[in-house]
Structures are given as structure tokens and as C-alpha cells.
């Protein structure tokens, strides 16, 4: 039951993250090029910062319930007398996830506080390249997430 609940818990948190991306990236941005700088630095700063709240606790939650889960089967298998073997996409999903983390909290806490401090001085350089370096990483994590889905449907063994 614990398991079934964390399994949900972990695709929920991978779609909200996941989603999330796609929308920024590919619907929202492109919208608000056709807004003046201020407006949609402003616009892009108050979205992200609240899409980053919810991407904080969902990446978290996803890297918590991950181990959680590979441990449990360990366990599992080790107390049964089998030995634990990692299966090659779950090895890969756990890689490519922790990487994700990581570029995640670059992107939170480096690179969202220069687009805080650039739009809270009205530095429209400032804030546009900050927004740039944001778009650049939030693609790779679209692509290394977009990889760990299909990798995980395929269920690729070694």
C-alpha cells in the first residue's frame, strides 16, 4: 500500500514538474515575446517564481519516494536471500532524476535570484540574459526528463 502510494506520489510529481516545463517552454514563452521587456521580464519573473515553489517540493518528493522505493525492493530481495541488482532503467532513471535535481536548484538559486535582483532593479539587460541562462537549463531538464519517461516506458534492461 505505502509503495502503490509513493509510486503515485513520484508520477504526480514527475508531471507537475515535467508539464510544467512544457508549458513554460513551449506555450508561455513564446506568448509574451510580443510584450515590452518590463512587462514580460515581470510577468516571467512572478510565474517562475511560483512554478518554482511547487517544482521544489515536487523534485524533492520525487528524489525521496525514488530511493525510498529502490530501497524497499532491495530490502525486500536481500532479506528474501536474493541478491539486489539494479536494473539498468532505474539505474538511469535514478542518474538522470539526481542530475535534474541538481540543474533544478542551479536554476532556483542561482540563476532565478539574478532575474529577482535584475527585475526588482529594473535591469532589463540584466533580467533578459538571466531569463535566457533559465530557458537554456529548463531545456536540458525537459530533455534529460522527456529521456528518463522514455527510457522508464520502454523499460530498457541491460
Known amino acids: 500500500m505505502i509503495y502503490a502510494a509513493l509510486k503515485t506520489l ?32 515581470r510577468l516571467m519573473h512572478d510565474v517562475l517564481g511560483r512554478f518554482f515553489r511547487v517544482v521544489l517540493v515536487a523534485s524533492l518528493l520525487t528524489l525521496a519516494s525514488g530511493i525510498w522505493m529502490i530501497g524497499r525492493v532491495a530490502k525486500q530481495l536481500v532479506q528474501s536471500g536474493a541478491r539486489f541488482e539494479m536494473p539498468l532503467a532505474w539505474t538511469v532513471m535514478a542518474v538522470l532524476g539526481t542530475a535534474m535535481v541538481a540543474i533544478f536548484l542551479h536554476i532556483r538559486f542561482a540563476l532565478y535570484r539574478r532575474l529577482d535582483r ?17 530557458r537554456t537549463w529548463v531545456a536540458i531538464n525537459l530533455g534529460l526528463g522527456v529521456l528518463v519517461l522514455v527510457v522508464t516506458l520502454m523499460r530498457w534492461q541491460a
Do not use: K, N, T
Not at 24 to 37: G, N, T
Open 118 to 134: 535584475a527585475v526588482a532593479a529594473s535591469d532589463w539587460a540584466a533580467g533578459a540574459a538571466a531569463l535566457a541562462q533559465i
Open 10 to 41: 513520484h508520477v504526480l510529481s514527475i508531471v507537475v514538474w515535467v508539464g510544467g516545463m512544457v508549458f513554460s517552454h513551449f506555450f508561455l514563452r513564446p506568448a509574451l515575446v510580443q510584450l515590452e521587456p518590463p512587462v514580460r521580464l
